[in-house]
């Protein structure tokens, strides 16, 4: 008979485990990437923000109502002292956001659910595409778009009912960037309603319940997480846009609800301090960080609000 070599045999076990270690070092390796990446990136905005902080007083920072961080070279200047209250510029982001997400949470849904539910293969094959065409646009050509085409229009349009819109305005921003957002809701919803059981549909179908009492009452709460999850990735992204908001909505920190003013957001004007020839030292370039901050605790609170959410719904149709 054949008797294998005892010495291969006993190599065997060790060279799988040595391959094995090797892939699960690499695993970990390719997974801290991103941990590290994510402390590094909160220790460099706690770091220079405690820098801020030092200067100018987190109160005033936090619950300041005038944005105006131009700093004077010399003392005897006028303005020599620069003004760092946030709240303009948390409530232009909110505003603006309100107005993309009012266009693209529903009109999302709404494309979702007749895509999954009522739309034919031969239509599903072609309206799917187009609305993630609408992804891959880039935010460049959004803004050109809302300056040149529904700026105007929405001057016209308000000066025709007495209403006085300016040139700039959150609501052209925010309007485009609800277009924009469209196939981040639509697309994720979609996915949400499709991988609802069909047994749950066929109960609701089988009580007597119309197929738009199925949806609203069954199918919809029960895709509930994904649907969440869709409008979350949604509000993100409409949150960090930079482009449409300084060519459509302008520069001017000023505390308003009017959609029709022109604002800025805490982005756009991260993007104009740290812009050029900046002094790491001085309050105006260190203010950039104390907004990123401010955004990355909203934008955690926000997550952490929307996960809880999602477990509770979760939970209720598991």
Known sequence: ??????????????????????????????SSVAVLTTVGIVASLIFESIQFFRIVPFTDFV???????????REDQVGSSGA?????LLVGTLLISAVALTISAPVGLMSAIYLGEYASPKMRSIIKPTLEVLAGIPTVVYGFF??????????????????????????????????MTIPFVSSISDDAISAVPASLKEAALGLGSTRSEAIKNV??????????????????????????VVMA????????????????TVTVQIVTLLTGDQEFDSPKTLSAFALGLLLFTITLALNVTAIKIVKAYREQYD
């Open 146 to 179: 809302a300056v040149v085409v529904v700026a105007p229009l929405l001057r016209q349009g308000g000066e025709s009912i007495g209403l006085s819109v300016s040139s700039e305005s959150a609501l052209a921003a925010g309007f485009v960037m609800g277009i």
């Open 84 to 88: 760092f209250g946030a709240i303009p």
């Open 219 to 244: 199918i919809v709460p029960a895709a509930l997480p994904g649907i969440a999850g869709g409008i979350l990735l949604a509000a993100s992204r409409v949150i960090g846009e930079t482009m449409i």
């Open 1 to 30: 008979m054949f008797e294998p070599d005892q010495k291969k045999v006993e190599l065997v076990p060790q060279t799988r485990n040595w391959r094995e270690r090797a892939i699960m070092l690499t695993l970990l390796g390719a």
């Open 249 to 264: 909505a302008g520069l001017t920190a000023k505390l308003t609800l009017n959609p029709l003013d022109a604002v800025t």
């Open 63 to 73: 619950f300041g109502l005038h944005w105006s961080p131009q700093m004077a070279i």
